[in-house]
């Protein structure tokens, strides 16, 4: 038994490829508030956002321990703060937005990874995607694959031996149809054999 692949890989990649963008004009956002802005920060902007509060914080007071005046420092603090925080708030929202949270099938972001600023989809998701999408070979499913393949000989060999007899539509079919056979199976797989069929071989 090989590895199988299953189907839908390629449409989920694409569905976030297809983002990279939308999520890149977020980003390229933050940095140009101020923001120090990598995967974490990306991962954190779409839950809590508890980093880049704290972050905020931190800019905040950097900012605002330039002034000696105790009033204006506090007062530069409050403004820059706010300012921080509300980009925070506008931009989760956006990228909220951009990864579906509103739906039922929401993007990953564990799909895209931020480097010096450039959003791309992360190699590590793209393997786990992969790994996920892919049926590895196992006894169990070697086993499983021999028996399929022996029953879809049986089939084989049984509507081949009537194929040249008149009185038959096939060998084996299902109970959709209304032609003679030698077998049947039912709509809850069941097997059933029509033994006075027999008469007509």
């Known amino acids: 038994m090989e590895e199988i ?6 449409r989920v990649v694409n569905r976030h490829r297809d983002n990279v963008g939308k999520i890149q004009s977020i980003v390229t956002n933050m940095v140009e508030v101020g923001f120090d802005f990598a ?13 880049l509060h704290k972050q905020a914080e931190a800019m905040a007071k950097k900012e605002s321990s330039r002034l000696k005046i105790t009033f204006r420092r506090n007062a530069d603090y409050v403004e820059t703060l706010e300012h921080l925080n509300h980009a925070i708030r506008e931009n989760a929202q956006a990228l909220s937005w951009v990864l579906l949270y509103h739906t039922q099938t929401p993007l990953e972001v564990s799909a895209f990874e931020v480097t010096d600023g ?22 169990r499913r070697e086993q499983a694959k021999r028996l399929v393949n022996n029953v879809r000989q049986a089939i084989e060999e049984l ?22 056979c030698l077998c049947w199976i039912d709509g809850n797989g069941d097997f059933h054999e029509e033994t006075e069929n027999y008469e007509f071989i």
């Open 5 to 10: 692949k299953k189907n839908g890989l390629e």
């Open 39 to 51: 995967t974490e920060e990306l991962r954190d902007l779409s839950s809590s956002r508890d980093k």
């Open 118 to 139: 450039v959003v791309r989809l992360s190699s590590r998701w793209l393997e786990e995607k992969e790994q996920e999408y892919t049926i590895l070979p196992t006894d």
């Open 159 to 180: 509507n081949a031996f009537v194929a040249d007899n008149r009185f038959f539509g096939k060998g084996i079919s299902s109970s959709d149809d209304d032609r003679r």
